[in-house]
């Protein structure tokens, strides 16, 4: 299998299958995680060490604080076209 960078967009906490997703793929390839929306508020540690960021607005809508590296919209722009592979959920 090659090895290519892969960025997974997560809308909501409860979505089960992209976390899993993101984490089979993880094995063998670079993967990174964007958080939008209430995708926000998973707690880190169900990321399993994978690469996630969270988008800064949605962080400060929900009033919360995230160990999540923080991203505006040039950098979530930058993110989707520095993967070679973008998975919206």
Known sequence: MVN???LHIVKSKYDTLAFSM???QAIANDVSILLLHDAVLIDKGKLNGLKAFACKD???ARG?????QQ???L???NLIFSNEKVMSW
């Not at 919360?64 to 999540?68: A, N």
């Open 22 to 24: 993101a984490k089979e």
């Open 75 to 77: 950098e979530i722009v």
């Open 71 to 73: 991203v505006d919209y």
């Open 64 to 68: 919360i604080e995230t160990k999540c």
């Open 4 to 6: 290519m960078r892969i």
């Open 58 to 60: 949605d962080v400060l």
